[in-house]
């Protein structure tokens, strides 16, 4: 296959080229570099089956030859950049996916949308099924990204219905692992990188908030399992295990074997307090579930994150 990955020098998109390209397809990863970093693909370099584009794909899209696959993984996703970014994550959202679906419609590729379980914001509904419509504030400092993706969903579709582009939708939970920015922000790098300094780390509210967590292994095998399914209906990919942030923060002090202190600080607004996905559409329709023991995925983290130090 011959397979576009926009976001493709990204944390997730990455690991996406290095499964593809293992598989021996030829891949073209497209990036701005604004969240995605060069050297996540350095070491495909000199592998004629890759190529770079640097390129925002909010701005029309081009590639030359024929594609099987349009994968898109672009905009930022954490917290501190999406509201760094605001309307450069709402033009990727909107913009970027329309532009994404029109190359797949023109070289009649398949299309994958990397969304994510914050399209059912601080849900009412535990644990969060595909069928539920959300709980998303619609003008909150978090409604760039949780609306950016909700509208990438909704053109999708719109592109499946009108154009019969063959479409997957993944809605991707709390994902860890290597090459994920230690300044991302988000609270794997953020407690893991803090441990390893010896700096306290930052609790919001009580930290009886919840989150699942997944090994990027884990959602990759997810996303290529779906890709060769017929399925076009959204698949949450993630790990039902539960934790709340608390709990969390104390398995990485003891892991790293930090003598770190646990800070409690205000709940940010709109800050989900549970997230948990429901899985079951994955293991019927793809039979997947998550592998990584939580506490394996996060040694492995470590290991990577203290190399980086």
């Given amino acids: 296959m011959r397979v576009l990955i926009t976001g493709g020098a990204g944390f997730i998109g990455s690991h996406m080229a290095d499964r593809l390209i293992a598989e021996d397809h030829q891949v073209i990863a497209m990036d701005n570099l604004v969240t995605g970093d060069l050297a996540n693909i350095a070491h495909h370099r000199s592998n004629p089956n890759f190529e770079f584009i640097h390129h925002d794909i909010s701005n029309h899209i081009h590639v030359a030859g024929h594609l099987d696959w349009v994968l898109n993984f672009a905009s930022p996703a954490s917290p501190i950049d999406y509201m760094e970014f605001p309307i450069q994550t709402l033009k990727v959202g909107a913009l970027g996916t329309h532009n994404a679906l029109g190359l797949a419609k023109a070289k009649g590729a398949k ?44 053109i999708t579709y719109a592109y499946h219905r009108a154009h019969g582009v063959d479409v997957r939708v993944v809605r991707i939970f709390n994902t860890y692992g290597p090459r994920n920015r230690v300044n991302d922000g988000r609270v794997v790098p953020t407690f893991i990188n803090q441990a390893l300094r010896g700096e306290p780390l930052p609790v919001f509210g009580e930290g009886q908030q919840t989150r699942s967590f997944q090994y990027v292994d884990d959602l990759i095998e997810g996303i290529r399992r779906l890709m060769d399914s017929s399925f076009t209906k959204p698949v949450n990919i993630g790990n039902p295990t539960e934790m709340t942030i608390l709990e969390f923060a104390k398995l990485i002090l003891r892991l790293t074997g930090s003598q770190s202190e646990i800070v409690y600080k205000p709940l940010p607004q709109d800050d989900p307090k549970t997230r948990r996905p429901d899985i079951t559409r994955a293991k019927e329709v793809l039979g997947w579930e998550p592998r990584v023991p939580v506490e394996e995925g996060l040694k492995k983290t470590i290991d990577w994150y203290r190399t980086l130090l």
């Fill in 111 to 154: 299309f994958v949308l990397t969304s994510t379980s914050e399209v059912y914001g601080d849900p009412l509904v535990h644990p969060q099924h595909e069928d539920y419509w959300g709980n998303v504030n619609p003008n909150g400092p978090r409604s760039c990204y949780d609306e950016a993706k909700r509208f990438a969903e909704a």
